[in-house]
């Protein structure tokens, strides 16, 4: 058996910075991760990271502001105060580690502006922000010579007492499930895009934690807030950085026309995200696109800068679609992209049960509320992993070390044993599929009541069905077919969430938009909703959002 | 989406399985139905989702970021996400293998240990002497940009998986883990280049590259791992580093040239070696009498060309930048 102070589940940058702390912080600590570090979902944020610097005038407060306005005031205004202060730090100490940001003419940190921040406050490597931020606190770990089960699975986090004790976790190269036994939990495992159909997300992106952290009576907060992130490739999904617009591309209709000066007369292109995947999507609606799609112009910014600031979206444009950005505008369109919801948390990262956290896209801290700001979930990672990892640590001090049951790995290994042994039933893919297009349609940029249902239906019935799955692979070594299935579980269990979340919260606000609700509804609905696993069930509750400084106010762009 | 052509193609896969028949390698044929969209990963997805579940590979992102799904397609090093399947169908045929130069776990997913290992024996992390200053590293754009070259590297081992040193030389640390090295020679914010350096320019290092270019052609995200490579020897020969063999062949070539416009290998071979390294050419014997018996025996002496003043000219030009 396997014994730590502090175990990472997930190795993207929240995990690798939770990571480092406890590291640092002398901790025998260990990272889990069901790919290598390098392959964790954080490698695909391209735009930048945000933080006002203070040395060079700018203002924490402003980015707070940007960030609850953006958020349609469901953010946390407490949490969102410590992101923005914590930032600049946090920053740097990236800088300091070897992470190559891009330089002004002064040899200082150079900036670009991003959506619904009223200055240039991003801070960027190129289009590979995220690529070149994850390889080097992967390089650190090196340096540190963490201990990483690298390609192992979680099925289970071990509860006892209620309390948070470890996790039974497989490893994917012998098919063995294991209990790994820890002090404290960390659950930094990323988004759960792949329940939708297309998403930006990578095909690991499957929601494990929060379905773990569900299972084990963990509220998860705000489901239904799903951001479409306006500038999707159609077919696959595949993300073009709202980092092309900060550089000052422009979103045009088929009349040519640039569209967001009527949706967003100030900040244009550049307002929330949430705004412009509603202006698209009219757009397209009312028959002003191009084969269901808007269109994304760089052509004015010139090769050069495309390929200095924009090299990446220039090869993706290039090789998955034909087209040369400085020749030609791209087809783009609405594409689910990030979760705001998540695993409810405090602003240490602490969940609902003890020894047990969350950071990263899997937590809902809350500061991204009914929207996320682009560069602003890059930063979230750092500051709550880092955070996390400090409570983590301080919460351990006063924990003993317990013997744990074998209960849990018992009915693990006779769960998997049955999935594997099931023959001639309706494959994953099936499933997932019909999972994908239903959430996509039902809980989409636009929503209603009766889309709300019928998703919510179709997940009820998938759930129903997936007992009677089966899988090809009968086999211990890399058995993916088998992985597919237990993450199809996963996904069923968060899309349910997030279908009560949507059913539930009867106004629009940020991502959430009802056609047959518009309006915001503050006297009833300045409030997060929960939805917690009651003995199988799901249970569903609201709780009130932390105001600060800010009164909410009509949002503008 | 926008309707296009479907058609089958036939997609051979190397297969293996540690459970299966002692672990021997066999190929499968796979006919799928594909549309003219589909990169090999689309097909290889629909296989195992679809037609075979037991298929097992690597893949994450699907757009060329992660570098989880290297493998080889018709022989050589692909990042599968962003190979359109058009671009490799030979008469609507295709073969799909693991990478090269690992071991294989099953299938198509190859076991990266080697990979990690190297890519960790570099020090793969900046390594500033000093304190680290209040705000950040004052550092000029251009080599920040510049880096941003080598940091495009995504890790997915296909310059490894077609190195074709690496596939007679196990301890050669290869291209990956070599552009690695040059990512942080190259960081004015590393103060540790000498060091890493001296360490390079041993057995397994810079000097192992045969130059065959396959690393750069391979590379899906232009890395130009090679040139990483030359800059680094270029920058130890500025620094003296000139005991190895490796240096002292770059040193004695470009000192036969210069002298005399000719490269006389017999000269080449013995300043390599060291005139009286009595053991060094002993084993190079049988190399000299089967070129002596195949009539390929360099002379042993060799003229100058005429016009030497104008080779003259060309290297104080050079040696001037």
């Given at each position: 058996?396997?014994?730590?102070?502090?175990?990472?589940?997930?190795?993207?940058?929240?995990?690798?910075?939770?990571?480092l702390?406890?590291?640092?912080?002398?901790?025998?600590?260990?990272?889990?991760?069901?790919?290598?570090?390098?392959?964790?979902?954080?490698?695909?944020?391209?735009?930048?990271?945000?933080?006002?610097?203070?040395?060079?005038?700018?203002?924490?407060?402003?980015?707070?502001?940007?960030?609850?306005?953006g958020?349609?005031?469901?953010?946390?205004?407490?949490?969102?105060?410590?992101?923005?202060?914590?930032?600049?730090?946090?920053?740097?100490?990236?800088?300091?580690?070897?992470?190559?940001?891009?330089?002004?003419?002064?040899?200082?940190?150079?900036?670009?502006?991003?959506?619904?921040?009223?200055?240039?406050?991003?801070?960027?490597?190129?289009?590979?922000?995220?690529?070149?931020?994850l390889?080097?606190?992967?390089?650190?770990?090196?340096?540190?010579?963490?201990?990483?089960?690298?390609?192992?699975?979680?099925?289970?986090?071990?509860?006892?007492d209620?309390?948070?004790?470890?996790?039974?976790?497989?490893?994917?190269?012998?098919?063995?499930?294991?209990?790994?036994?820890?002090?404290?939990?960390?659950?930094?495992?990323?988004?759960?895009?792949?329940?939708?159909?297309?998403?930006?997300?990578?095909?690991?992106?499957?929601?494990?934690?929060?379905?773990?952290?569900?299972?084990?009576?963990?509220?998860?907060?705000?489901?239904?807030?799903?951001?479409?992130?306006?500038?999707?490739?159609?077919?696959?999904?595949i993300?073009?950085?709202?980092?092309?617009r900060?550089?000052?591309?422009?979103?045009?209709?088929?009349?040519?026309?640039?569209?967001?000066?009527?949706?967003?007369?100030?900040?244009?292109?550049?307002?929330?995200?949430?705004?412009?995947?509603?202006a698209?999507?009219?757009?397209?609606?009312?028959?002003?696109?191009?084969?269901?799609?808007?269109?994304?112009?760089?052509?004015?910014?010139?090769?050069?800068?495309?390929?200095?600031?924009?090299?990446?979206?220039?090869?993706?444009?290039?090789?998955?679609?034909?087209?040369?950005?400085?020749?030609?505008?791209?087809?783009?369109?609405?594409?689910?992209?990030?979760?705001?919801?998540?695993?409810?948390t405090?602003?240490?990262?602490?969940?609902?049960?003890?020894?047990?956290?969350?950071?990263?896209?899997?937590?809902?801290?809350?500061?991204?509320?009914?929207?996320?700001?682009?560069?602003?979930?890059?930063?979230?990672?750092?500051?709550?992993?880092?955070?996390?990892?400090?409570?983590?640590?301080?919460?351990?001090?006063?924990?003993?070390?317990?013997?744990?049951?074998?209960?849990?790995?018992?009915?693990?290994?006779?769960?998997?044993?049955?999935?594997?042994?099931?023959?001639?039933?309706?494959?994953?893919?099936?499933?997932?599929?019909?999972?994908?297009?239903?959430?996509?349609?039902?809980?989409?940029?636009?929503?209603?009541?009766?889309?709300?249902?019928?998703?919510?239906?179709?997940?009820?019935?998938?759930?129903?069905?997936?007992?009677?799955?089966?899988?090809?692979?009968?086999?211990k070594?890399?058995?993916?077919?088998?992985?597919?299935?237990?993450?199809?579980?996963?996904?069923?269990?968060?899309?349910?969430?997030?279908?009560?979340?949507?059913?539930?919260?009867?106004?629009?606000?940020?991502a959430?938009?009802?056609?047959d609700?518009?309006?915001?509804?503050?006297a009833?609905?300045?409030?997060?909703t929960?939805?917690k696993?009651?003995?199988?069930?799901?249970?569903?509750?609201?709780?009130?959002?932390?105001?600060?400084?800010?009164?909410?106010?009509?949002?503008?762009? | 989406?926008?309707?296009?052509?479907?058609?089958?193609?036939?997609?051979?896969?190397?297969?293996?399985?540690?459970?299966?028949?002692?672990?021997?390698?066999?190929?499968?044929?796979?006919?799928?139905?594909?549309?003219?969209?589909?990169?090999?990963?689309?097909?290889?997805?629909?296989?195992?989702?679809?037609?075979?579940?037991?298929?097992?590979?690597?893949?994450?992102?699907?757009?060329?970021?992660?570098?989880?799904?290297?493998?080889?397609?018709?022989?050589q090093?692909?990042?599968?996400?962003?190979?359109?399947?058009?671009?490799?169908?030979?008469?609507?045929?295709?073969?799909?293998e693991?990478?090269?130069?690992?071991?294989?776990?099953?299938?198509?997913?190859?076991?990266?240990?080697?990979?990690?290992?190297?890519?960790?024996?570099?020090?793969?992390?900046?390594?500033?002497?000093?304190?680290?200053?209040?705000?950040?590293?004052?550092?000029?754009?251009?080599?920040?940009?510049?880096?941003?070259?080598?940091?495009?590297?995504?890790?997915?081992?296909?310059?490894?998986?077609?190195?074709?040193?690496?596939?007679?030389?196990?301890?050669?640390?290869?291209?990956?883990?070599?552009?690695?090295?040059?990512?942080?020679?190259?960081?004015?914010?590393?103060?540790?280049?000498?060091?890493?350096?001296?360490?390079?320019?041993?057995?397994?290092?810079?000097?192992?590259?045969?130059?065959c270019?396959?690393?750069?052609?391979?590379?899906?995200?232009?890395?130009?791992?090679?040139?990483?490579?030359?800059?680094?020897?270029?920058?130890?020969?500025?620094?003296?580093?000139?005991?190895?063999?490796?240096?002292?062949?770059?040193?004695?070539?470009?000192?036969?040239?210069?002298?005399?416009?000719?490269?006389?290998?017999?000269?080449?071979?013995?300043?390599?070696?060291?005139?009286?390294?009595?053991?060094?050419?002993?084993?190079?014997?049988?190399?000299?009498?089967?070129?002596?018996?195949?009539?390929?025996?360099?002379?042993?002496?060799?003229?100058?060309?005429k016009?030497?003043?104008?080779?003259?000219?060309?290297?104080?030009?050079?040696?001037?930048?």
């Open positions: 058996m396997y014994e730590h102070d502090v175990l990472i589940v997930g190795a993207g940058l929240a995990g690798l910075r939770a990571a702390e406890s590291i640092e912080a002398g901790k025998n600590t260990a990272i889990l991760s069901k790919v290598h570090p390098v392959r964790s979902h954080s490698c695909a944020a391209q735009g930048g990271i945000n933080a006002a610097l203070t040395d060079r005038g700018d203002d924490w407060k402003d980015h707070a502001f940007s960030t609850i306005k958020s349609d005031y469901l953010a946390d205004q407490d949490a969102v105060e410590i992101m923005c202060q914590e930032a600049g730090e946090n920053l740097i100490e990236l800088e300091n580690m070897g992470v190559i940001f891009s330089r002004g003419e002064d040899g200082k940190l150079g900036t670009r502006r991003f959506g619904g921040q009223s200055v240039a406050r991003t801070f960027f490597v190129g289009a590979i922000t995220g690529s070149a931020m390889h080097v606190l992967y390089e650190q770990t090196v340096k540190q010579n963490a201990r990483v089960y690298e390609e192992w699975f979680v099925t289970k986090l071990i509860i006892e209620g309390v948070c004790r470890g996790v039974v976790a497989m490893d994917m190269h012998t098919g063995k499930l294991e209990i790994i036994k820890a002090k404290s939990v960390i659950l930094a495992t990323g988004g759960a895009g792949r329940i939708f159909e297309p998403s930006t997300n990578a095909l690991i992106c499957t929601g494990d934690g929060l379905a773990l952290a569900y299972d084990a009576g963990a509220s998860l907060m705000d489901m239904e807030m799903i951001q479409y992130h306006p500038t999707g490739l159609a077919g696959n999904g993300l073009l950085s709202e980092g092309a900060g550089e000052g591309a422009y979103l045009l209709n088929s009349e040519g026309d640039r569209f967001m000066k009527v949706y967003a007369p100030e900040y244009l292109e550049l307002a929330s995200r949430d705004v412009v995947s509603r698209e999507q009219t757009e397209i609606d009312e028959g002003r696109g191009v084969d269901g799609c808007v269109l994304l112009d760089l052509r004015h910014l010139g090769r050069e800068k495309i390929e200095e600031r924009l090299g990446y979206l220039q090869e993706v444009a290039t090789e998955f679609r034909d087209i040369d950005l400085a020749e030609q505008p791209i087809q783009v369109k609405p594409t689910m992209h990030y979760i705001m919801g998540g695993i409810k405090d602003s240490s990262g602490a969940t609902d049960i003890p020894g047990l956290y969350a950071a990263g896209e899997c937590a809902n801290v809350s500061v991204h509320g009914g929207n996320r700001l682009g560069a602003n979930s890059l930063l979230d990672t750092i500051v709550f992993g880092r955070r996390s990892a400090r409570a983590a640590i301080e919460y351990i001090s006063t924990v003993k070390s317990h013997s744990t049951s074998n209960v849990e790995l018992k009915n693990e290994t006779e769960r998997i044993k049955n999935i594997v042994d099931r023959s001639n039933g309706e494959r994953s893919a099936t499933l997932r599929n019909e999972m994908g297009i239903a959430m996509t349609s039902g809980i989409g940029v636009y929503r209603d009541t009766a889309s709300i249902e019928m998703a919510k239906n179709k997940i009820s019935e998938l759930l129903d069905r997936y007992p009677n799955t089966s899988i090809d692979n009968k086999g070594v890399f058995n993916t077919d088998l992985i597919f299935n237990l993450e199809l579980k996963y996904m069923l269990d968060v899309a349910l969430t997030m279908c009560i979340g949507a059913e539930q919260r009867k106004e629009s606000r940020g959430h938009y009802r056609t609700m518009t309006e915001r509804d503050d009833n609905w300045l409030k997060h929960h939805v696993n009651e003995n199988g069930n799901p249970k569903f509750y609201t709780s009130d959002v932390k105001i600060t400084d800010w009164k909410p106010e009509i949002r503008k762009y | 989406m926008v309707q296009t052509a479907k058609e089958i193609v036939q997609i051979t896969i190397r297969r293996q399985d540690p459970e299966v028949d002692n672990n021997k390698p066999y190929y499968q044929d796979y006919n799928v139905e594909v549309e003219d969209w589909f990169t090999v990963l689309d097909a290889l997805i629909k296989i195992r989702e679809q037609m075979d579940g037991t298929l097992s590979l690597r893949c994450a992102c699907r757009a060329s970021i992660c570098g989880s799904c290297a493998m080889r397609v018709n022989g090093a692909k990042l599968v996400c962003k190979t359109k399947l058009t671009s490799v169908l030979k008469d609507n045929k295709v073969t799909v693991p990478v090269g130069n690992m071991p294989v776990i099953t299938d198509l997913t190859a076991d990266f240990k080697p990979f990690w290992d190297k890519m960790h024996a570099v020090d793969p992390y900046l390594k500033p002497e000093e304190e680290a200053p209040e705000a950040e590293y004052i550092a000029p754009n251009e080599d920040m940009v510049h880096l941003v070259g080598v940091m495009n590297c995504i890790m997915c081992g296909a310059c490894v998986s077609d190195c074709t040193v690496l596939e007679v030389k196990d301890n050669f640390l290869g291209p990956a883990a070599l552009a690695k090295a040059y990512r942080f020679v190259a960081d004015p914010r590393d103060d540790t280049e000498t060091e890493r350096l001296e360490n390079l320019v041993e057995d397994g290092g810079i000097w192992d590259c045969t130059r270019m396959q690393c750069v052609e391979v590379c899906p995200k232009d890395v130009d791992p090679m040139d990483r490579i030359m800059a680094m020897r270029a920058n130890s020969l500025k620094k003296k580093m000139n005991k190895g063999y490796g240096a002292r062949h770059a040193n004695a070539f470009t000192s036969l040239i210069k002298s005399s416009g000719i490269l006389n290998e017999t000269l080449l071979i013995l300043k390599t070696k060291g005139f009286f390294n009595i053991i060094e050419l002993i084993k190079l014997l049988p190399l000299a009498i089967a070129a002596q018996l195949a009539g390929k025996r360099p002379p042993f002496l060799s003229h100058s060309i016009n030497k003043d104008k080779l003259k000219n060309i290297f104080k030009k050079l040696e001037k930048k």
